[in-house]
C-alpha cells in the first residue's frame, strides 16, 4: 500500500465574494483535527479510571500558505475579525473532501527579510465538516 503525498491535497476557502476558490498552490501546510470528549466517571472502589463519552469537539482546521495578490485580498480583510462564518474545502485524498463552515479563530500575516511573506488562519468548524466525495469548487 503507497503512503499519501501532499500531491493529492489542496484547500479552497471562499473570498469576498463568497465563491469557494481553490488556493492550494499557495498552501504549504493544512491540518484536520477533531475527536471527542471523554468524562471521567471512576467512582470510589474502582481499580482503574472510567470514562464516558461526551460531545463532540469543534472540527478545527489550521493551514498555512504564501502571500500573493489573491490570497491577500481572501486572508488579510480577516486580519480584523469577522463574524461571519467562511465556506471551507479541505481535500485530504483523491475523492475525499471535508466541506463546510467555519469561523476563522486565528488569523496571522507574516513578513521576513530574506523570505517569502506567510500567512496563516485556524478555522473552527463548531458544526463539523461534511465528508463528501465530490469537490464544491466550481
Not at 488579510?76 to 467555519?102: C, D, F, H, Q, R
Not at 530574506?114 to 488562519?121: E, K, M
Amino acid at each position: 500500500m503507497a503512503h499519501e503525498t501532499s500531491k493529492v491535497t489542496g484547500f479552497a476557502m471562499d473570498n469576498a465574494s463568497a465563491t469557494l476558490v481553490s488556493i492550494s498552490g499557495s498552501v504549504n501546510q493544512a491540518s484536520l483535527t477533531g475527536g471527542t470528549e471523554q468524562y471521567e466517571d471512576t467512582g470510589l472502589g474502582d481499580s482503574r479510571h472510567t470514562f464516558v463519552l461526551g460531545l463532540g469537539t469543534p472540527v478545527q482546521v489550521a493551514v498555512n500558505g504564501y502571500l500573493n495578490s489573491t490570497t491577500r485580498a481572501i486572508v488579510l480583510p480577516l486580519v480584523n475579525g469577522t463574524t461571519v462564518n467562511k465556506t471551507i474545502e479541505l481535500k485530504m485524498a483523491t475523492g475525499e473532501y471535508w466541506t463546510g463552515e467555519a469561523i476563522p479563530t486565528n488569523v496571522n500575516a507574516d513578513s521576513k527579510m530574506g523570505a517569502l511573506s506567510t500567512w496563516s488562519i485556524t478555522f473552527q468548524a463548531n458544526d463539523g465538516l461534511t465528508k463528501t466525495s465530490v469537490t464544491a469548487v466550481a
